[in-house]
């Protein structure tokens, strides 16, 4: 099986400029997280998305957000990119959600200048 | 690649001995919990997990111990390997889909 895919693995940004990323989940698995992961926060919950909806939204403001397909594939938005915002992005998938293990992509390096 | 943190404590072992790696979590009511192990440039990768109604957990050489009393968490590594040079994060959840992580630890395997 295929494993967690994001695209694109790198970006770089200018300030106030917006931002998609896409998460492809490993095959058959319905939920999908993500995670930003910066040196000084390290690994923090964005949102879960579960058969097109969200149902858990971590502590970040409402320029993050995200949504998800029919087909479980999932696409998160960063809108008025600020330079905090230079991170790596994790999206993670498992099965049907719940306490189950989440696999994660590689991450897409965002570079806000 | 990617840095997770600028002052990540760190395990240096020789190759071949054993590594212990060790997590403090938050939440006494925590379920579930997972060891990741995250190299440079790549996604974290799931190791092995444990549930609360366990206390030990073996994969292949590695063995996850849980103390519930003392909300304590350890990865062991036996003989460890250069391979095995990572940041490793251990996770907790608690009936939903977020993952709270750990601030992770660097092992450093020299030969």
């Known amino acids: 099986k295929a494993g967690v895919t994001q695209t694109p693995r790198y970006l770089i940004k200018t300030r106030g400029q917006q931002v998609t990323l896409s998460c492809s989940p490993i095959?058959?698995?319905?939920?999908v997280s993500w995670y930003q992961q910066t040196p000084g926060q390290g690994l923090q919950f964005l949102f879960e998305?579960?058969?097109?909806?969200?149902?858990n939204k971590g502590n970040f403001p409402g320029r993050f957000s995200g949504r998800q397909f029919s087909n479980s594939r999932s696409e998160m938005n960063v809108s008025t990119l600020e330079l905090g915002d230079s991170a790596l992005y994790l999206c993670?998938?498992?099965?049907?959600?719940?306490?189950?293990?989440?696999?994660f992509g590689p991450g897409t390096r965002l570079l806000v200048l | 690649g990617e840095s997770v943190g600028l002052h990540l404590p760190t395990l240096s072992v020789q190759e071949g001995d054993n590594s212990i790696i060790n997590c403090a979590y938050s939440?006494?009511?925590?379920?579930?919990f997972i060891w990741y192990k995250q190299e440079s440039g790549k996604g974290p990768q799931f190791i092995i997990d444990?549930?609360?109604?366990?206390d030990k957990r073996q994969g292949q050489r590695v063995t996850v111990l849980l103390n519930k009393t003392v909300k304590h968490l350890s990865l062991q590594i036996a003989a460890t390997q250069p391979g095995d040079s990572a940041v490793y994060f251990c996770?907790?959840?608690?009936?939903?889909?977020?993952?709270?992580f750990g601030t992770g630890t660097r092992l450093q395997v020299f030969p």
């Open positions: 993670a998938s498992s099965p049907v959600g719940g306490t189950q293990t989440q696999y």
């Open positions: 095959s058959g698995h319905r939920s």
């Open positions: 998305y579960f058969s097109e909806t969200q149902r």
């Open positions: 939440n006494s009511a925590s379920d579930y």
């Open positions: 444990i549930r609360s109604n366990m």
């Open positions: 996770a907790e959840n608690y009936n939903t889909d977020k993952l709270i």
